[in-house]
C-alpha cells in the first residue's frame, strides 16, 4: 500500500538545514557539541535530495557526510577574515546556496521599525545590570548580546551565516534573510583603538562592495532560506 506523506515547503527544509548550520557554526564558537548539529544539517539535505530525486547530488552529499564523519569539527583557517570556519559546514553551504538559488521562493516580511533603530536601541539591553554581571568585555559579547535581542523580532537570524565558498571565504557576523541584512559588529576597549577599528570598518566596507562579494550577496537574497 503506497502512503502519501506530507512534506514541508521546499523553503522550509532550507531554512531547517541552513539553521541547523548556524547553530553549529554557534557551538564552535562557543566551545559546544557543533559535531552533532553537522549531522543534523547532512541528515537533513540527504534526505531532502532524496525526496527531490536529485540522486547524483544525494550521492556527492553522501560521500561528502562519509568524509566528514572522520571529523566533523575539522576546521580551516581563512587568511582573510583571521579565524577557523568549520569545513565540512562551509563545503555542505555550497549545495544548500545552489538549492536555494533554484527552488527558494521570496517571501515577504514585515518588521515595524527600521533595522538600525532596533540596533541601536540594544545598547540599553546589552549593558542592563538586571540582565548581565557588566558590560560587554569584547565584540563577542556585543555580538551574542545584540544577536538575543534581534532573534525577538527577527527569528529566522543565522549567525555568522557563510555567503558562499565559490570565492574567498566572506563571513558576515549576523545574517537577516527575510529582509537581506548583514551586520558586522566592532568593539573599542580602550582609548587610542580608534584607527584600528576604523581600519577594520574600511577593509569589510570594500569586501561587501567589491562587484564578486555583490554579486554573491544577490544570489544569496534572490535564494535566501526563507528563513
Given at each position: 500500500?503506497?502512503?502519501?506523506?506530507?512534506?514541508?515547503s521546499?523553503?522550509?527544509?532550507?531554512?531547517?538545514?541552513?539553521?541547523?548550520?548556524?547553530?553549529?557554526?554557534?557551538?564552535?564558537?562557543?566551545?559546544?557539541?557543533?559535531?552533532?548539529?553537522?549531522?543534523t544539517?547532512f541528515?537533513?539535505?540527504?534526505?531532502?535530495?532524496?525526496?527531490?530525486?536529485?540522486?547524483?547530488?544525494?550521492?556527492?552529499?553522501?560521500?561528502?557526510?562519509?568524509?566528514?564523519?572522520?571529523?566533523?569539527?575539522?576546521?580551516?583557517?581563512?587568511?582573510?577574515?583571521?579565524?577557523?570556519?568549520?569545513?565540512?559546514?562551509?563545503?555542505?553551504?555550497?549545495?544548500?546556496?545552489?538549492?536555494?538559488?533554484?527552488?527558494?521562493?521570496?517571501?515577504?516580511?514585515?518588521?515595524?521599525?527600521?533595522?538600525i533603530?532596533?540596533?541601536?536601541?540594544?545598547?540599553?539591553?546589552?549593558?542592563?545590570k538586571?540582565?548581565?554581571?557588566?558590560?560587554?568585555?569584547?565584540?563577542?559579547d556585543?555580538?551574542?548580546?545584540?544577536?538575543?535581542?534581534?532573534?525577538?523580532?527577527?527569528?529566522?537570524?543565522?549567525?555568522?551565516?557563510?555567503?558562499?565558498?565559490?570565492?574567498?571565504?566572506?563571513?558576515?557576523?549576523?545574517?537577516?534573510?527575510?529582509?537581506?541584512?548583514?551586520?558586522?559588529?566592532?568593539?573599542?576597549?580602550n582609548?587610542?583603538?580608534e584607527?584600528?577599528?576604523?581600519?577594520?570598518?574600511?577593509?569589510?566596507?570594500?569586501?561587501?562592495?567589491?562587484?564578486?562579494?555583490?554579486?554573491?550577496?544577490?544570489?544569496?537574497?534572490?535564494?535566501?532560506?526563507?528563513?
Amino acid at each position: 500500500m503506497t502512503h502519501l506523506v506530507q512534506m514541508n515547503s521546499v523553503n522550509e527544509v532550507l531554512r531547517s538545514i541552513r539553521e541547523s548550520l548556524s547553530e553549529a557554526n554557534m557551538a564552535h564558537d562557543r566551545g559546544g557539541d557543533a559535531a552533532w548539529r553537522l549531522e543534523t544539517a547532512f541528515a537533513q539535505m540527504r534526505l531532502f535530495l532524496e525526496a527531490a530525486g536529485l540522486l547524483e547530488t544525494l550521492k556527492e552529499v553522501q560521500q561528502l557526510g562519509a568524509d566528514a564523519s572522520k571529523n566533523w569539527t575539522e576546521t580551516a583557517f581563512d587568511d582573510e577574515v583571521g579565524e577557523e570556519f568549520l569545513l565540512w559546514g562551509g563545503r555542505l553551504y555550497r549545495y544548500l546556496s545552489a538549492l536555494e538559488a533554484v527552488f527558494a521562493e521570496p517571501k515577504v516580511s514585515v518588521v515595524s521599525k527600521d533595522v538600525i533603530e532596533i540596533l541601536r536601541a540594544t545598547q540599553y539591553s546589552i549593558t542592563d545590570k538586571s540582565c548581565f554581571p557588566g558590560p560587554p568585555v569584547n565584540e563577542t559579547d556585543v555580538h551574542n548580546r545584540i544577536e538575543a535581542v534581534l532573534r525577538c523580532v527577527f527569528p529566522t537570524l543565522l549567525h555568522k551565516p557563510q555567503i558562499t565558498k565559490q570565492i574567498k571565504h566572506f563571513q558576515p557576523d549576523t545574517g537577516l534573510p527575510d529582509i537581506g541584512t548583514l551586520i558586522e559588529y566592532k568593539f573599542i576597549g580602550n582609548a587610542g583603538e580608534e584607527k584600528r577599528v576604523a581600519d577594520e570598518i574600511l577593509a569589510d566596507t570594500r569586501g561587501y562592495v567589491s562587484r564578486e562579494r555583490t554579486r554573491t550577496w544577490h544570489r544569496w537574497q534572490e535564494g535566501r532560506n526563507r528563513g
